[in-house]
């Protein structure tokens, strides 16, 4: 695995790999690597010939009171890990500087899919999602780019960006994995204290009491979101953010549920705001 920081070197070996005839496939990260990010890069490479990945922790995509600085962050670790998997032939770990070596005068912008569920409290989050995966597929130009599950508004929201504006790149989405409680893996989950860590399973668990409900014949989006919200506002240690279920397509709410839906809640435990959701076709 070759470790680089600017965008020439990326260019440089995408254009030789390309030349002997590999496909790319990308993993696009924030680092602090845990198993969910390595299913990514293991996927990629059973699909593709030269996979980069990078680990960028992005500031646009930070709002004003959230986590930018205190984000964890430890390259050596996460380059160790990386190659010890021996699925990834490039880490790309750009500085701020090289990715915005002035403040950006162009941004990619999904205002309507990005002001629901996590951006009614994360205004400008997706905005700068969209244009950081916007300029990392400029600069590594993939054939494959693998995105988890576990961030299901921003699959919905990068999907639409690649359809929107015909980008040559093919997204494929990676189940969520998770720890044998059910508790999602995240880089955030190193915020959560023991006990709030098993608190923090009533994510899982209540998106799980949904599917059954569906499973039995449940079909009011509305009765299901509520029972959602109900089960976490009972646990002492969650404050709700949200819990809603949604139509895949506009993530707006859904009364009756048909065709592909999302069922999504973000939770605060303590410091950590985490998200989970759980998607399926009616
Ligand atoms: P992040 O470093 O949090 O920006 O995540 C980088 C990529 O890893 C995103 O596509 C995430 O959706 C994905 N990811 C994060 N956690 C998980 C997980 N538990 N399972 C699968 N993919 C994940």
Redesign the pocket.
Known sequence: MIRIETIADVRQLVREARQSGKTIGF???????????L??VEAAKRACDFVVVS?FVNPLQFGPNEDLEKYPRNIERDSNLLSETGHADVLFNPSVDEMYPMPMATSIDLPELGAQLCGRTRLTHFKGVATVVNKLFNIVQPDFA??????GQ??AIIKRMVKDLSMPTEIIV?????ESSGL?????NIYLSPEEREHATILHQSLMWAKEQIERGERSGLALAQGIRERIEADPLAKLDYAEVVSLDTLLPMTHLQGPIMMAVAVYFGKARLIDNFQLNI
């Open positions: 993993v696009p990260t924030m680092g602090y690597l845990h198993e969910g990010h299913t990514l680990i693998f995105f988890g599950q576990k961030d921003q699959v990676v189940p969520t994995v998770r999602a893996k995240s880089s955030r």
